[in-house]
């Protein structure tokens, strides 16, 4: 057989027709266009071209036939919004143009709904779904603002996880501070769901549930990094991570639609205290090798620049104190779960000869059991009972307390209002707040601060010296992470709306991720993700549930709108006793009030007011009015118009008619 040979040096040969004659592909134009016959539709891979017959291509020598040219996407410039891979006709350019690709086919989606920590600081819950099963990541809590009077806590709405429970496999816990733990007895108490967590954070949320009789009733497993668990089509390898507490984790999330990386609270601690592992870099390089589809990364100090300081700064900055307290008892307030700090300050009381003893509840019940867990070391002869403190002269004692934050109940809150039992403050000590104000504790801890100088004690707090360092990423921390995972998509969360707004922004910066794919969510949305893309499909139930005591969720916007009204402006009472038959006044009007006017000093304007319901009264009478709801809001009405004329304040109004 003769053996083909090409007329045109440059043309593409494309296979055979039926009759296993060779054809030529079509010519392409100076513009690089593609052919107007059999081309392929852009939304549909090309075809690869047929091969020759068995016999002739064994026959053609290899060099005569020129390999077909890849072609690029009309009007786009080669590498331009594209992968080196992904640049032949018909292929869907990625959205991420330096991703890692790997192949999703069929493209199988993922939910992620987060129920808390979006838009705040606290809160922080977030519920994972793929091909039916959940996980959740985190149930924390957080303090009320100044504004909800009487609330004690604020918890997440789980009426999305209840509606669940069925599908969610586990719980996962990245650390064990409040923000990230402080809600599980509330959920726990609707829905035991099993409990993954390391050993110190189980060893937290065991004390925290004894409180509320769950402690043996709970369901945990331990879990240590690098060794993954497997729920449903979920596994997940936690790694560790630096934050201002042992055991912090980060959660590689992997499933049919891909890994997501959820990052918990970290910093980059290249120095930690303890001996501890740094955070563990080269797993998270690893999967961002491997391809990252989300990250879901902590924001708190999204606005500052540089890198976060060294837990081993605190230690230098609280030896310098020690050495300036001189012969004065020294008494340190901190957070009862920052074992680290409590270390180095049982450390520095050894170094000085100094006895040690802890106050507070929370305080007490850590530190025995991070003793017993092996996470704080100390000498049996330098712990001292808090009632023994006053059998030692001031120079030789270290009182660890807590209260940082100036709650009203804590230790060194009734220090400064000197009605602490076993502590009475005075000139001879010397006062250590290592910590730094949660927003919207600055008032309460400046409260607490004037309490203490005016009893003559030397009080340090905030940035008077280093007595405290952050145990969240900054930015360059924040841009490693975001370039070590090297995600898809890329989701800040853990802040407030203006903290996940500048990180989004350094990602966006960073120019690895496309700003399409970084996303500000919100709670609530239902975020569908996939290799494909991602959408916001729908809203679940999410917010804040208050406790009060013992109620849960009872005390909503209305009782909260009823309190603020009578913070500011109190309450009158209106009482009377009417003829049930004819409507008559039998006794009254009488007038109590609570945190509007000292009755005694303003008779007169209370004559006036007794005037105005016995008219009101006297009016719905004339106009047979029996409806006893459409009488009370006549007396509400010209009460409330008569002291607004006279005091231009608006009390709460309450009349109560008893029919007789």
Same mark, same amino acid.
């Given at each position: ?39 392929? !539709? ?46 032949? /006709?018909?292929?869907? !350019? ?21 129920? #808390? ?95 509320? #009789? ?7 497993? @331990? ?105 004065? /008892? ?145 930015? @360059? ?46 709670n609530g949305q239902n975020i569908r993700l996939s290799a494909d893309g991602m959408t916001v499909e729908n809203t679940v139930t999410a917010g804040a549930v208050m406790v009060d005591g013992y109620g849960v969720g009872d005390v909503g916007n209305v009782v909260l709108r009823d309190r603020h009204h009578l913070s500011e402006d109190g309450i009158i009472i209106v009482t009377a006793a009417v003829d049930g038959s004819t409507g008559q006044v039998l006794s009254g009007p009488d007038l109590v009030s609570r945190g509007f006017v000292y009755v005694r000093e303003s008779e007169e304007l209370m004559d006036g007011a007794r005037m105005q319901v016995e008219m009101a009264l006297d009016r719905s009478l004339s106009d047979n009015m029996h409806d006893w709801a459409s009488v009370k809001a006549r007396v509400r009405e010209a009460l409330s118009s008569y002291i607004y004329r006279k005091t231009k304040r608006s009390p709460m109004i309450l009349p109560i008619l008893l029919e007789v």
């Amino acid at each position: 057989m003769e053996e083909f040979k090409p007329k045109r040096k440059n043309n593409n040969y494309s296979g055979t027709d039926k009759a296993g004659a060779p054809r030529r592909a079509p010519r392409q134009n100076h513009q690089n266009k593609p052919p107007q016959e059999n081309s392929t !539709p852009a939304n549909k891979p090309r075809r690869r071209p047929a091969r020759p017959a068995a016999a002739e291509a064994a026959q053609a020598p290899a060099q005569s036939v020129p390999a077909p040219r890849p072609r690029r996407p009309r009007n786009t410039p080669q590498g331009e919004g594209q992968a080196p891979h992904q640049q032949r /006709r018909g292929r869907k !350019p990625q959205q991420n143009n330096n991703a890692p690709h790997y192949e999703m086919t069929p493209a199988i989606p993922m939910h992620i709904c987060p129920l #808390g920590g979006l838009g705040e600081v606290g809160k922080n819950i977030t519920l994972y779904e793929c091909q039916g099963d959940m996980i959740l990541v985190d149930c924390g809590l957080v303090f009320p603002d100044a504004d909800m009077f009487g609330v004690d806590l604020v918890i997440p709405d789980f009426t999305y996880v209840l509606e669940n429970k069925d599908r969610i496999k586990g719980l996962f816990i990245t650390h064990g501070h409040e923000d990230h733990i402080g809600s599980l007895p509330y959920l726990l108490k609707k829905f035991n769901v099993p409990i993954y967590a390391a050993r110190l954070t189980i060893g937290l949320i065991k004390n925290k549930l004894e409180e509320h #009789g769950l402690a043996s009733s709970a369901v945990f497993h @331990e879990i240590r990094p690098r060794q993954k668990v497997k729920l449903g089509c979920f596994t997940v390898e936690p790694i560790h991570v630096n934050h201002s507490i042992p055991d912090a984790l980060a959660f590689a999330i992997e499933c049919p639609a891909g890994v997501v990386i959820h990052t918990g609270d970290f910093k980059v601690d290249y120095t930690p205290l303890s001996g501890d592992a740094v955070t563990d870099l080269s797993t998270i390089a690893e999967y961002g090798r491997k391809g990252v589809l989300a990250l879901l990364s902590d924001s708190t100090n999204a606005e500052r620049p540089g890198f976060t300081a060294t837990e081993q700064t605190v230690a230098e900055g609280v030896r310098g104190l020690f050495g300036k307290a001189g012969k004065r /008892r020294i008494i340190v307030a901190t957070f009862a779960s920052n074992i680290y700090r409590v270390q180095q300050i049982i450390d520095l009381a050894i170094e000085s000869g100094r006895k040690v003893a802890v106050s507070g509840r929370s305080m007490v019940s850590n530190t025995e059991m991070a003793r017993e867990l092996g996470y704080l070391h100390a000498p049996d002869n330098v712990l001292i009972p808090i009632e023994e403190i006053n059998k030692y002269p001031p120079e030789k004692v270290v009182l660890i307390t807590t209260g940082s934050q100036g709650e009203p109940l804590s230790a060194l809150s009734r220090m400064a209002q000197a009605s602490h039992r076993q502590v009475k403050v005075g000139p001879n000590d010397f006062i250590i707040i290592s910590a730094r104000p949660i927003p919207g504790n600055e008032k309460t801890v400046t409260k607490v601060v004037n309490g203490l100088l005016a009893l003559g004690a030397e009080v340090i707090y905030e940035n008077m010296y280093d007595t405290h360092v952050s145990g969240h990423a900054c930015q @360059e921390e924040q841009k490693l992470m975001l370039t070590l995972a090297h995600p898809q998509y890329f989701l800040p969360v853990h802040g407030e709306f203006k903290q996940l707004k500048r990180h989004a922004e350094t990602a966006e910066h960073l120019g690895y991720i496309p700003k399409q794919n970084i996303y500000i969510a919100e709670n609530g949305q239902n975020i569908r993700l996939s290799a494909d893309g991602m959408t916001v499909e729908n809203t679940v139930t999410a917010g804040a549930v208050m406790v009060d005591g013992y109620g849960v969720g009872d005390v909503g916007n209305v009782v909260l709108r009823d309190r603020h009204h009578l913070s500011e402006d109190g309450i009158i009472i209106v009482t009377a006793a009417v003829d049930g038959s004819t409507g008559q006044v039998l006794s009254g009007p009488d007038l109590v009030s609570r945190g509007f006017v000292y009755v005694r000093e303003s008779e007169e304007l209370m004559d006036g007011a007794r005037m105005q319901v016995e008219m009101a009264l006297d009016r719905s009478l004339s106009d047979n009015m029996h409806d006893w709801a459409s009488v009370k809001a006549r007396v509400r009405e010209a009460l409330s118009s008569y002291i607004y004329r006279k005091t231009k304040r608006s009390p709460m109004i309450l009349p109560i008619l008893l029919e007789v």
